[in-house]
């Protein structure tokens, strides 16, 4: 599949990492993804080190996508302070490794359960339909889709591939 990744921006997203990173990577997900929680667990501990010594930024795009399971994760989206970078981060990477816990929930009991986890919903809607746009121009469908320059890995992720595409390109 062809992607227009030049109709990617680094707008509208949770950004670890520096402005000035020699390698970007773009990840398309949504929280309640099976697939995006496998690519956090396997590849967030190799990530980490490079983000942190200025080599990599992560720019995490959180994707509304209409499937029953992932519509659980479009609700979570909603409550993501992109204001608070660092601690939106967190949460996240938290939602992201407990979604075995509240993706089994009703739809409908979702919110309620955030709630009472102390969370406060975020005015996301504009930003959502931004994201959501953006992922269309760019031919995003399915999640995660994750991009290190031009080079894609949508759903499961190849370890020796994608390692290899961000170590080339440090």
């Given amino acids: 599949m062809a992607f227009q990744t030049d109709k990617i921006t680094y707008q509208d997203a949770i950004k670890l990492g520096k402005d000035t990173a020699r390698v970007k990577i773009v990840e398309y997900y949504n929280l309640a993804c099976p697939d995006a929680l496998n690519y956090q667990e396997q590849f967030a501990f190799f990530l980490d080190p490079l983000v942190q010594t200025g080599q990599v930024q992560r720019i995490l795009k959180h994707y509304n996508k209409t499937s029953p399971r992932l519509q659980k994760g479009n609700v979570v989206h909603d409550y993501i302070n992109y204001a608070e970078q660092e601690n ?3 949460m996240v990477d938290q939602y992201m490794r407990s979604q075995n ?4 929930l009703d739809l409908d009991k979702i919110e309620a359960y955030l709630v009472q ?8 809607s504009e930003l959502a339909a931004r994201v959501f746009e953006e992922a269309q121009a760019v031919g995003v469908g399915a999640v995660p889709t994750i991009f290190v320059g031009d080079q894609a890995f949508v759903e499961t992720v190849d370890p020796t591939l994608f390692k290899r595409a961000i170590m080339e390109r440090i």
């Fill in 117 to 124: 986890q102390g969370l406060i919903k975020q005015d996301n």
């Fill in 101 to 104: 816990d509240w993706a089994q």
């Fill in 88 to 90: 939106a981060y967190s």
